[in-house]
């Protein structure tokens, strides 16, 4: 029993906190109810009764008695005791409260069955708390479906990107080692470049979104890493147009397309090749397009890769049907084209 009480007690505290954060909520709440008083009221007008003062008092107590049976039994009894499965102390303590509130509406006319039969009204009331008990119940239900549809949302971002970063250092790493054997002299300041991304990644772990002017940076920093590593091969350009002020971006979205670039562009060509990147803001709108030349006779691939992989199901799941990646060979050039909307 004491256990019971501190039960109720804790509920009691949870409900007060969580209708001190959901204003909004009652007062959808609040115009349900009057949307249902309203339709009392049409109901006793087109059955001929009079409607005055008195008969509206005795309404808004009829709907006050069943909001407080409604309310306490699904926001106090169901979840200190249903859903404890505490079957018999939450049967005992709603029959209890709703022979209570059956027994004060005995002594108020409520203007709808017009009785003081203790038995009508304690059926009347069960009933409107079984129907308010079910809707409320419907509601909860889909309510914690989308909290959790959220919750695995997040957790399949957050995996995807836990993914793309090993995958960059992989790919970042094998460039270091490739740059210490033609380019020994480079190394060190290959690593300090790293250092830069690794900074980057790491205070972006856990971040929805980051300024564009910091993504544009790491991805500067990657094209100043690969630029040591191939030289005069390969040529890298990168344009800019556009205003990038306050404009937020998912963190380390637009990097795959670059590694794709790079992995099936100079690391491939035997020849000079070209890295050519695009980033456009207009019109809350970004335009992100990447072109590389490609080999004559590519390796066929049984995938994109893993990096296109995962950026798309990251596109997928940040924006669904709201973005557009193009991917396109012509002849010898391979070109990426990504269409964002802004907030």
Request: proline share 3%.
């Amino acid at each position: 029993m004491i256990r019971d009480c501190h039960n109720l007690c804790y509920h009691c505290y949870v409900v007060f906190t969580v209708l001190k954060s959901h204003a909004r909520s009652i007062r959808g709440h609040l115009l349900i109810w009057m949307a249902w008083l309203t339709m009392q009221v049409a109901l006793m007008i087109s059955a001929g009764e009079d409607i005055n003062g008195r008969v509206i008092l005795q309404l808004l107590m009829h709907s006050l008695e069943l909001a407080v049976l409604i309310y306490v039994n699904l926001w106090l009894l169901i979840p200190a005791f249903l859903d404890r499965r505490r079957y018999f102390s939450y049967v005992i303590l709603v029959t209890g409260f709703l022979a209570l509130v059956t027994f004060g509406s005995i002594h108020v006319d409520m203007g709808v069955t017009h009785s003081r039969d203790f038995g009508i009204h304690f059926v009347g009331a069960g009933f409107y708390l079984l129907i308010g008990t079910l809707i409320g119940l419907y509601a909860r239900t889909i309510t914690r479906n989308r909290q959790l549809h959220e919750q695995r949302l997040t957790t399949e971002i957050e995996l995807l990107k836990a993914q793309v970063n090993p995958h960059f250092f992989f790919n970042t790493l094998n460039s270091i080692y490739s740059l210490s054997l033609t380019h020994p002299h480079h190394t060190s300041t290959a690593i300090l470049q790293l250092a830069e991304i690794m900074k980057y990644l790491f205070e972006t772990s856990r971040a929805t979104a980051a300024k564009i002017d910091r993504e544009i940076a790491y991805i500067e920093a990657f094209l100043n890493l690969q630029q040591l590593r191939f030289g005069e091969r390969c040529e890298i350009t990168l344009k800019l147009s556009g205003s990038f002020q306050d404009v937020t971006i998912p963190p380390v979205l637009l990097l795959p397309l670059v590694e794709n670039a790079f992995k099936h562009g100079p690391e491939v060509v035997p020849d000079t090749s070209f890295v050519r990147i695009h980033l456009s803001v207009q019109k809350k709108e970004l335009f992100f397009q990447v072109s590389n030349s490609t080999a004559q006779h590519p390796e066929p691939k049984s995938s994109t890769g893993t990096g296109l992989d995962n950026l798309r199901r990251r596109l997928n799941w940040l924006y669904g049907d709201q973005f557009d990646l193009e991917l396109r060979r012509e002849q010898l050039i391979f070109t990426a084209m990504l269409r964002l909307p802004l907030n």
